[in-house]
């Protein structure tokens, strides 16, 4: 039977031993990594999220607590007094590796079945299994080095923005639906039969009624759900570092925030970024690197070759052209050598972006490629030159009759060609801007214009007179902030004149009824002085994927969710009782081939 915790205090954490305390009598708790029996002589690795520190008992340690110490199995939870000493034997991969404790008491405070996988960074456990046992997996180092740095990322925002002079103030949970792109999480409610709460996607509507209110720099870091589909940088609940300033433009909004980025980069990884970040318009990130989150940490950069490819026979190029499409390439650099079963799997991973194929050229003294029985030596040469291109240069075409899926296609291409062949530098930092994203773009489901970025977001001032002409050229006060090909977080400055807000409204085919109804709230409060706005919204989760070195924002969350929303430790979602749905007013009707359970999905799916 496990013995309870004699009360004894801790004198530190397992890993804060320092060759300072040799010789005094410590009391260290934690859990039992390792244990190894050799007889006359064992061996404890005792862990905690410190570290680990060896113990050991000898001939000398009383026979009771040898005894009981050879019962020690792997994450039993153990309090231990003693005397520490310098080890006999040196251990580098230690942080106390030149010491040790010899036990003169051994307490077994709880015992513990053995663990579905290694308690340790290389367990080689699949992450279904982790997730299940997520309190094991939190165990492990890095997850707890993970987490601690996440700890500090936090500390380190609430610091930087308390001395620039922001306020932290929370904002409800639960708020009224006012749907903004995704899917809201809905909460009945028991005093109002019939009405839902909505868990909010953003505190977007209440940061600027605080700029109404006079909290002219309100920060806050803040909980919140969409319900989406997931992917690796997505979760159901999410964490956003969300600021708002009044009388600040955009220049004011992006020296602050490089300044806090910066700052972080130097504080948790000891690397400097060069200020200001470098800018490009929405337009120039798309035609050059076919994406508005630009990878600046290697070239091979977008090359339009819409006219030489008029110049060709070849008819995939023509059937783009004469379409209103384009023909754009981009260059890797020693690829002559790629192998064609190589290249024909880049086409394949191309149509995934609806590209419909990729054609593929060599220009060496002996040119190869798909479409050289197309081109003469002439065109070749003058393809090489606008592609920058060697000899022992792959280029890389795509057409179609859509420019966006030429630019979306190269440019995922750009990225994967990268990742394969190691063209990406190792621990080079590079972060930018990017600005002037399109205010709104053309919902082909639903036949309409929606907001590219929120319907609260300003137009650029030179194009409002194309709101009633062509609204869909005009561009937003919008911008991004990128590090590596990750959007850390957006923002823009925001729409503070009631015209133009209800004028956007209806650009957005939002009658006056449903306004209202969604909005009204917001809309009454500008009738009250509304000071010029502008904000920006990090995402924590993916922020600290990044610092962290990680692929994945599970690895930087506590209890994440999987791909379908779902958690596989505790089972959510859950069915409730009939008790708890009537006092909801509330009834449940299934499909009939509804019989699927959080517990049936196939992890491995992820």
Known sequence: MAELNPGWIRSCRTAEVTNEMIGKRLTLMGWCHKQRDLGGLIFITLRDRSGEVQLVLDEDSPAAMRDKAASVRSEFVLAVQGILRKRSSVNPDMKTGEVELWVEDLRILSTAKTPPFYIED?????????????????????????????????????????????????????????????????????????????????????????????YDRYFQIARCFRDEDLRADRQPEFTQIDLELAFAGQSEIMDINERFISMLFKEVLGRELALPFP?????????????????????????????????????????????????????????????????????????????QGLAWLVPSDLPRGSILKFVDADLIKKLAERCDASTEDLILIIADSSDDIVLTSLGELRLETARRFGLIPEGKWEALWVTEFPLFEYDEEEKRLVAKHHPFT???????????????????????????????????????????????????????????????????????????????????????????????????????????SSCLMTGAPGIVDNDQLMELSLFVQHKKDETTTPDDIDEDRE
């Open 122 to 214: 290389d367990a080689g456990a699949n992450e279904a299994l982790r997730l299940k046992y997520r309190y094991l997996d939190l165990r492990r180092p890095v997850m707890q080095e993970n987490l601690i740095l996440r700890h500090r990322v936090t500390k380190l925002t609430r610091d930087f923005f308390d001395v620039e002079g922001f306020l932290e103030i929370e904002t409800p949970l639960l708020i009224k639906s006012t749907p903004e792109g995704a899917r809201d999480y809905l909460v009945p409610s028991r005093v109002f039969p019939g009405h839902f709460f909505a868990l909010p996607q953003s505190p977007q509507l209440f940061k600027q009624l605080l700029m109404v209110a006079g």
């Open 279 to 355: 800018r490009l318009t929405w337009q120039q990130a798309m035609s050059r690197f076919g994406s508005d989150k630009p990878d600046l940490r290697f070239g091979m950069e977008l090359h339009d070759i819409s006219d030489l490819a008029a110049d060709s026979d070849f008819r995939v190029f023509q059937a783009a052209l004469s379409a209103g499409g384009s023909v754009r390439a981009i260059t890797v650099p020693h690829g002559a050598d790629i192998s064609r079963k190589e290249i024909d799997s880049l086409a394949e991973y191309v149509k995934t972006y609806r590209a």
């Open 458 to 564: 300003a137009p650029m001032l030179e194009d409002m007179g194309l709101l009633d002409t062509a609204p869909e050229q005009v561009r937003a006060q919008a911008y991004d902030i990128v590090v590596n090909g990750v959007e850390l977080g957006g923002g823009s400055i925001r729409i503070h004149d009631q015209d133009m807000q209800n004028k956007m409204f209806s650009l957005l085919g939002l009658g006056p009824e449903l306004v209202e109804e969604r909005f009204g709230f917001l809309l009454e409060a500008f009738q009250y002085g509304v000071p010029p706005h502008g904000g920006i919204a990090y995402g924590l989760d993916r922020l600290m994927m990044l610092l962290a070195g990680e692929s994945s924002i599970r690895e930087v969350i506590a209890f994440p969710k999987v791909q379908n």
